[in-house]
């Protein structure tokens, strides 16, 4: 059964322009969630998607939003990069939060802002 | 607001070795969620281990065991015959359990050396 799957790998960007990351959860899952693994900042949540809806959002600026589509696969946006967005991003995916026991991360996208 | 502290920043271990890597967490709730993840260079966070606040008896999965002192807020992980591919990040998470947020609260880390 295949994991949760992220693209692409690694992304560099200019400053100023945008970045579109993309999840796939496992199957059967219809929560996504990311998170944003900056040097020196730890695992930082970003936002939870469920059911197509988001149901939270972590201490970031309108300018990272996302959204969750039919399949339950999930795109994260970054506007406007900054080059403090230089960053893992690692998505996660796991049943509804009601049967949630854990999530399961993929290998996440290397976003580089030059 | 929920913390989780890792005051361990490197640790070391001889392979074959034992070693206890410390997690402590800040709460008000009750009823909450405590996870070890490993992260290896690849990147890819993998669940090590699980425990649910509200079961007294220690998780326990294969040679990783961990020591929940709920009324100390501390929540170690121990590798017991430590091997090569043990070397990695280690983090302590927190979740609540009541769903609102969902989020995973976590530590700094530990990176784990094993020594052959």
């Known amino acids: 059964e295949a994991g949760v799957t992220q693209s692409p790998t690694h992304l560099i960007k200019t400053r100023g322009q945008q970045a579109t990351l993309r999840c796939s959860p496992i199957?059967?899952?219809?929560?996504v969630y990311w998170y944003q693994q900056a040097l020196g900042l730890g695992l930082q949540f970003l936002l939870w998607y469920d059911e197509g809806e988001e149901r939270n959002r972590g201490n970031f600026p309108p300018r990272f939003s996302g959204r969750q589509f039919p399949n339950y696969s999930s795109e994260l946006n970054v506007n406007a990069l900054e080059l403090e967005d230089s960053a893992l991003y690692l998505c996660a995916s796991s049943l509804a939060w009601y049967f949630y026991t854990e999530a399961f991360f993929g290998q996440g996208t290397r976003l580089t802002v030059v | 607001a929920q913390t989780v502290t890792q005051s361990q920043p490197e640790m070391s271990v001889q392979e074959a070795e034992t070693v206890t890597l410390s997690c402590t967490y800040d709460?008000?709730?009750?009823?909450?969620?405590l996870f070890w993840y490993k992260q290896p260079p690849s990147r890819q966070m993998i669940l090590v281990i699980r425990?649910?606040?509200?079961?007294?008896q220690n998780a326990t999965e294969n040679r990783f065991s961990v020591n929940f002192q709920k009324a100390a807020k501390s929540f170690s992980l121990k590798i017991s015959d430590s091997q090569l591919g043990d070397a990695a990040m280690y983090f302590c998470a927190y979740r609540s359990a009541g769903g609102a947020t969902n989020k995973l609260i976590f530590g700094t880390g530990t990176l784990l050396a094993v020594q052959p």
């Open positions: 709460t008000s709730e009750s009823d909450y969620y």
């Open positions: 199957s059967g899952h219809t929560s």
């Open positions: 425990q649910e606040a509200y079961k007294q």
